[in-house]
């Protein structure tokens, strides 16, 4: 299973914590919503006074990721083997 997880993140753990916020965003952004569902107002001010408004919040935090996981395949882009005109890989 852990071989399985760590293929889904290129054997990155900034891909994995960005996996991670990327999650925790939509989980925030879902919270609200759900809130309104079910109609409870206390549930949703305890959320609003620890961390604010939590749809904000929740884009904020799927920004941050896409921007880590852009930035980092750009790096590990990088590090692979370049290939020649031919398609081959250089030694």
């Not at 609200?32 to 949703?44: C, E, I, L, R, S």
Request: with cysteine; glycine share 8%.
């Amino acid at each position: 299973m852990w071989a399985r997880i760590k293929a889904l993140c290129l054997h990155s753990t900034t891909i994995a914590w960005s996996y991670v916020l990327a999650a925790v965003g939509g989980i925030l952004q879902v919270i609200d919503a759900g809130a309104d569902v079910f109609n409870d107002q206390g549930f949703k001010d305890t959320i609003h006074t620890l961390i604010g408004d939590p749809l904000t919040f929740g884009r904020i935090l799927l920004g941050i990721s896409i921007i880590n996981i852009i930035a980092r395949l750009r790096t590990l882009r990088k590090n692979l083997p370049a290939e020649d005109s031919s398609g081959k890989t250089a030694p």
